[in-house]
């Protein structure tokens, strides 16, 4: 079995250096990483790709030939691209038996809430190639600093949750520069556990755009709290201390540290709900294990749970394992 990442986020969220720094960091720690760049747009990268889509399609070939803009011109990229999945395996192909894959996918956020191609590339890769793929949602840290803007970004990341089904975690990126924006209306763990959206309906009133829509406002958060599925993590791609602790949570996250580990399910489920400090150095990457052993251990997991956590702690549980199975 073959693990990796999903990298997606709005236009400027950093999926590209997040791509580079996070591809130098798992070397370091001594996997192989190969970097898939499906973002037709992005021609200028810099890390060293194994597999480009630029070899099969480019979106100015494409915005030319057909008349398209950027957007209209990713959709056609991303349809010829599922219906070309024959290309993209047979160049994953030879990195299967050893590496670990991030996928660096366009910044459109139509594909990943609206159109069905991504998902279904994806979806297709996980089936075909047996991966096991987990959503990295880059969201810019600077967007705390707006409520509506704040709003706008657990809409997006509900959305993709709930329209992609694969294993989920949500990332304010660039949180070294989120003080450059001014001071925070809340705390920190605020926004990164999306606590009471309430609290946010005041500082929106003050604002004279939103207060019209002071009523949508409050339903919309109302839909967000309901699901209690959004959170977030922090990353500083250049500390590597943070770059540590998102490894660990992405590593639970699709299963990674399970992968040759003998135990029984009582101690599993330590692993799954624990703290996210083990060593990344003490579990190798063994591509024999079977999916289905994996698949099995995380239905058991999701039925111990169910029957003795509150259900509080199963929520936040399933947020950070939800396993697609």
């Known amino acids: 079995m073959v693990f990796g990442q999903v990298v997606i986020g709005p236009p400027g969220s950093g999926k590209t250096t997040y791509c580079n720094g996070m591809s130098q960091f798992l070397q370091l720690i001594g996997r192989k990483v190969a970097v898939i760049n499906l973002d037709p747009a992005n021609d200028s990268l810099p890390y060293e790709c194994a597999v480009n889509i630029e070899d099969l399609i480019k979106l100015s070939d494409v915005m030319m030939e057909h008349s398209l803009g950027p957007n209209g011109g990713l959709v056609y990229c991303m349809d010829y691209l599922e219906k070309n999945i024959d290309w993209l395996q047979a160049r994953l192909a030879p990195l299967l038996k050893d590496h670990y894959l991030l996928f660096d996918f366009p ?172 060593d990344y150095y003490r579990y190798p990457f063994l591509p024999t294990i079977s999916f289905y052993i994996i698949r099995f251990i995380f239905n058991l997991l999701n039925h111990q749970l169910t029957q003795k956590l509150e259900p509080l702690n199963y929520v936040n549980f399933n947020n950070s394992l939800t396993c697609g199975c």
């Not at 339903?219 to 540590?244: A, M, R, Y």
Request: hydrophobic share 40%; net charge negative; with cysteine.
């Open 107 to 278: 910044g459109q956020v139509e594909l990943f809430s609206l159109h069905s191609n991504a998902k279904n590339v994806i979806m297709k890769l996980i089936k075909n190639l047996n991966l096991r793929l987990t959503a990295v949602h880059l969201v810019d840290a600077h967007l705390c600093s707006d409520p509506g803007k704040y709003v706008s970004a657990l809409l997006l990341s509900l959305s993709t949750m709930l329209h992609l089904e694969l294993p989920h975690v949500n990332v304010l990126s660039k949180i070294d520069l989120i003080e450059n924006y001014g001071r925070l209306a809340f705390n920190l763990d605020f926004y990164t556990d999306v606590q009471d959206l309430s609290y946010l309906q005041h500082h929106l009133d003050q604002d004279p755009r939103s207060a019209k829509y002071r009523k949508l406002t409050k339903e919309l958060c109302g839909v967000i709290e309901d699901f209690g599925l959004v959170n977030f993590t922090t990353l500083d791609i250049q500390d590597k201390e943070s770059v540590g602790n998102l490894v660990k949570l992405l590593d639970k996250t699709n299963g990674y540290i399970f992968a040759g580990m003998e135990a029984s399910a009582v101690e599993f489920s330590k692993i799954a709900v624990g703290a996210t400090d083990w």
